[in-house]
């Protein structure tokens, strides 16, 4: 009997449940297919244990941020279920008048929460999985590769948490419905109706100086957003902006109602045509008394718009271009005495021999190597594993950078003026006190030969800037001037006006910055004063041997540990105990970058940064959107007398329908567009900072979010609208 009678009030109340179910089915289809990414796994031709990890790691992140997801969808399902108790209030007495005792009440409430829980997650599950396989194609377009063994993919570990978390919010709401059942008088149910909700009537000279001093606040956080550039989190000039935004923004719906009642009224053409009066009466009625919801929901929203378009933005910043980030097969890099010469107890560590004798006195064996083999890099591997080495390279070329420590970059920027130096500091203060980068044309060349460049001509007595770098731009312009010079050991050069657009080793992004390309004679002179290199890459090119990347980086990686026992002499004693046995050495390989990591890294990135993206910004979307739908719905059945009210006096069904629809609009455009102004404030902060200065443009990310934005939080609007409609024609009709 309890069953049939919960049944056919579901089926009565479809319209109140409309926003409920639809919020809980996308919920669970979300929830469920952002928790499978892991097992997409199986779809994929997967080379190495790399990129096994990607889809682990992403799985991981997904599950971390799963918590604070199932505690909004758990706020937004109990608040949507209040909506939902306070208008079948005076349903639920009608049963306690005729008899029925609470108890029975509360488990007629019990069975429509377990059904519509049941319905909704069974659908959602559905859902849950198509959507998992749609997935599954997106994640083949973030790795560029297609998939090579599709198969109907189910996760049980996803079900089994999506089962959990929905079930503990279930029995929660079925708690909260029983307590709020339980508690209710039979007089206020049966009057439930009847009561009006008392509305604050503030005075609007005080809402008019509130307004301007949330104006006032928010032009202040903005000012310090933008002086704080949002590079440094701990910077108290952020801290200032977010509490400002804060506040700002709580004052400012605040005020609103008050503030713009008092304008509108007093502008009588405006506000003396049609039922403007009735609409702005409603409007303002409920920010007066929702106006913490909508400061919550603006907020949520200002989260939600930047989180994605600033996400989808640093997804570009690390994946776009990364094949020209790696124009070789892999990079070894060499750092040599990177210690303070005066710590091993060297004179004059201002020397260009101090290095030299420092790494001789501390690490006697890494320097005796290293001399033997004339510090070159593919000499000592080759030495270590002769037929691997011919198996595997089939190219490589060495690039050996030296420093002249009383040769700055500061000291040579401030012959171009003070407005360059100036510029140089503002880039980097430690870059103006560090020496300057200097590389041989003749390793540059070769290096450009063996990936098929054109070389460098220079004339004599001319040096270069090598430079990709887009952050550095402006300083290698005021670097690329003839009129400033270098002295190299007695031998004076003149920059060339022409910057050089190459990357000199593999990287996650371009990152060849400010190398000051020089004559090999000038190297030579600096060699012959004693100096070893601060810093050595050797580019490598694997042969056509058949094997995949992957493959050819794990003999790469033999090679390098028969090259470099684990108890090679200069490793560093704190280095991690399962860091490779390469790593954490002077010399002959301190580092290894192949290409193939790096651009698997990049996938996994964009696929960890993208799926974050998408789940935080569509579960708040839907949550704010869902709110407001719950408030407005809730609003037009409490004004289902007023509506009546007009049908009386003569206002026809296209007049009422046309205030409803300016009701619901300005309801839901009020906090989208303060949260927009925010967010694009946010976001043209970063983007000057961060995004233009990396050469990545935020229009497509903005784009995106925009349609994002469009879909759902214009889609909530229309079936609120649409609902709206539904109960005030019905109760027309009904008269």
Aim: charged residues 15%; negative net charge; hydrophobic residues 50%.
């Amino acid at each position: 009997m309890l069953l049939k009678l919960a049944w056919r009030n579901i089926r009565h109340s479809v319209r109140d449940y409309a926003i409920y179910f639809l919020t809980l089915l996308f919920g669970v289809a979300v929830f469920y297919a952002f928790n499978s990414i892991g097992s997409q796994e199986v779809m994929f031709d997967l080379e190495a244990a790399a990129d096994a990890r990607q889809f682990e790691t992403t799985q991981q992140f997904m599950q971390m941020f799963s918590g604070l997801i199932a505690c909004v969808l758990g706020f937004l399902i109990l608040y949507s279920n209040g909506f939902l108790i306070r208008r079948r209030k005076r349903e639920f007495g009608t049963y306690m008048l005729l008899g029925m005792p609470a108890s029975r009440v509360s488990a007629i409430m019990l069975i429509e929460t377990l059904l519509i829980g049941l319905a909704s997650l069974v659908l959602g599950l559905a859902a849950g999985i198509l959507l998992s396989h749609l997935m599954s194609f997106l994640t083949a377009s973030l790795f560029g590769t297609t998939i090579m063994n599709y198969q109907f993919v189910f996760s049980a570990e996803a079900l089994t948490l999506t089962i959990t978390c929905f079930a503990v919010i279930f029995v929660i709401v079925a708690l909260f419905n029983t307590l709020m059942v339980n508690r209710q008088k039979l007089i206020d149910l049966l009057h439930a109706n009847a009561k009006n909700q008392k509305v604050a009537v503030r005075n609007p000279w005080v809402c008019l100086v509130a307004f301007v001093a949330s104006i006032a606040i928010l032009a202040y956080s903005y000012e310090q957003l933008i002086e704080s550039g949002m590079v440094m989190m701990d910077d108290p000039r952020f801290h200032r902006a977010t509490i400002g935004m804060l506040v700002g923004t709580f004052i400012l719906f605040w005020s609103l109602a008050g503030f713009v009642i008092a304008l509108i009224t007093r502008a009588r053409g405006i506000y003396l045509r049609g039922l403007v009066p009735f609409a702005v009466r409603q409007i303002a009625s409920r920010v007066n008394t929702a106006f913490v919801s909508l400061w919550a929901i603006c907020v949520m929203l200002f989260f939600s718009i930047t989180t994605f378009s600033v996400g989808m933005g640093l997804v570009s910043v690390f994946t776009d271009g990364i094949e020209e980030a790696n124009p070789y097969s892999a990079s070894l890099i060499s750092w040599m005495y990177m210690d303070e010469p005066e710590d091993a107890g060297v004179d004059d560590p201002s020397a260009l021999d101090a290095g030299a004798r420092a790494m001789q006195v501390e690490h006697p064996e890494a320097y005796a190597n290293g001399m033997s083999h004339e510090w070159d890099m593919s000499s000592a591997l080759r030495e270590a594993a002769p037929d691997l080495w011919e198996q595997t390279i089939s190219a490589s070329t060495q690039l050996s950078f030296y420093e002249i420590p009383s040769l700055t970059y500061g000291g040579v920027i401030e012959q171009a003026g003070s407005e360059a130096a100036e510029r140089m500091k503002e880039f980097s203060s430690f870059l103006t006190a560090s020496p300057l980068t200097l590389l041989s044309l003749e390793d540059l060349n070769a290096t450009r030969t063996m990936i098929g460049l054109e070389p460098i001509q220079l004339e004599s007595g001319r040096c270069a800037i090598v430079n990709n770098m887009e952050m550095a731009d402006g300083i290698a312009k005021d670097m690329a001037n003839p009129s400033i010079t270098l002295d190299i050991m007695g031998t004076p050069l003149a920059f060339s006006d022409e910057i050089i657009d190459m990357q000199l080793e593999d990287s996650s992004l371009k990152t060849t910055a400010l190398v000051v390309i020089v004559p090999e004679s000038a190297i030579g002179e600096v060699r012959a004063a004693g100096a070893i290199p601060e810093r050595c890459v050797l580019d490598v090119m694997y042969a056509d041997n058949g094997k995949t990347e992957a493959q050819n980086d794990q003999t790469l990686k033999t090679i390098l540990e028969a090259a470099q026992p684990i108890d090679a002499d200069a490793r560093q004693q704190d280095a991690p105990a399962d860091a490779p046995q390469y790593a954490f050495l002077m010399w002959p390989v301190s580092q290894a970058i192949t290409a193939y990591e790096m651009v698997a890294q990049a996938s996994g990135l964009k696929m960890l940064i993208t799926y974050l993206a998408l789940y935080i910004g569509f579960v708040f979307l839907i949550s704010t959107a869902a709110v407001l739908a719950v408030q407005q719905l809730s609003n037009t059945a409490d004004s289902l007398p007023r509506y009546q009210m007009l049908s009386r006096i003569g206002c026809s069904q296209r007049m009422i329908d046309r205030s409803l629809l300016v009701q619901v609009l300005v309801y839901f455009l009020l906090p989208l567009g303060v949260a927009l102004c925010h967010a694009s404030c946010a976001i043209s902060v970063l983007s000057k900072e961060l995004f233009d200065a990396l050469g990545t443009s935020v229009i497509g990310p903005i784009g995106m979010a925009a349609a994002l934005v469009g879909i759902i939080y214009g889609g909530y609007f229309l079936v609120t609208y649409l609902t709206s409609r539904s109960v005030v024609n019905g109760s027309l009709h009904a008269r």
